[in-house]
């Protein structure tokens, strides 16, 4: 018998909403933060039956610092997505960095130093 999956759709359209909803609140009670003030939110996948959400940022410097901080303010951000959430259940959430810009440059980089 086959597990009934959830329709990935929603789960989508979820982590669409928390990333959206995340960035206007770490725009609207983070912005005197330096470090929070520099990051774009990229990205956002949603796990666990919905019940976990991965959301991308870039930073261009400090990426380290960057990291702490957003995994302190992590539970005060969730908080403030609990108000303006319409569901049941808020989902956990987590950031992590996506290099793909850098990953894209060394891959260009590497591509120009190629003699044809």
Excluded: C, W
């Amino acid at each position: 018998m086959m597990k009934k999956q959830i329709n990935s759709n929603r789960a989508e359209k979820i982590a669409s909403k928390v990333q959206t909803l995340v960035a206007e609140i770490l725009q609207h009670d983070f912005s005197d933060d330096k470090l929070i003030s520099g990051v774009s939110l990229v990205g956002a996948e949603s796990h666990g039956g919905m019940q976990f959400v991965k959301i991308f940022f870039y930073a261009r410097d400090n990426i380290e610092a960057t990291q702490k901080r957003l995994d302190e303010i992590t539970k005060m951000v969730r908080f403030e997505l609990a108000k303006k959430i319409d569901q049941k259940y808020v989902p956990e959430i987590r950031f992590v960095y996506d290099d793909t810009l850098e990953r894209a440059g060394r891959i260009e980089e590497l591509l120009s130093n190629l003699e044809m």
